[in-house]
Nanobody
Framework: QVQLVESGGGLVQAGGSLRLSCATP?????????MAWYRQAPGKQRDLVAQ???????NYSNSVKGRFTISRDNAKNTVFLQMNTLKPEDTAVYYC???????????????WGQGTQVTVSS
């Protein structure tokens, strides 16, 4: 069973910083391909925030470019999101996503974390 365990959300004032982490504990994982962070604000759809390939190539939404940085530790199967200069409009539930090939499967599948709340006050 694959689980994505997120941590690091919370309440911060505008201009502040937070660092999100998403770990994938367990020995069932064979390969992790792309990893990403999405966010969903109340009443809105879930949108891609940042993505990183297994080789380290990154992609960001225009709204966070220059403020957020995605990174990963392949040895620990963990992805991070460093969020700087936070704005009230960054307030949302942030979800970790990964495409994973488990030892029992023959194809990559999509997995999601449970979500972590980020609230930025003005």
């Amino acid at each position: 069973q694959v689980q994505l365990v997120e941590s690091g959300g919370g309440l911060v004032q505008a201009g502040g910083s937070l660092r999100l982490s998403c770990a994938t504990p367990g020995s069932s994982i064979a390969v992790i391909n792309d990893m990403a962070w999405y966010r969903q604000a109340p009443g809105k759809q879930r949108d891609l925030v940042a993505q990183i390939t297994a080789g380290g190539t990154t992609n960001y939404s225009n709204s966070v470019k220059g403020r957020f940085t995605i990174s990963r530790d392949n040895a620990k199967n963990t992805v991070f999101l460093q969020m700087n200069t936070l704005k009230p409009e960054d307030t949302a539930v942030y979800y970790c996503h990964a495409r994973i090939l488990t030892r029992a499967a023959n194809s990559f599948q999509d997995y999601w974390g449970q979500g972590t709340q980020v609230t930025v006050s003005s």
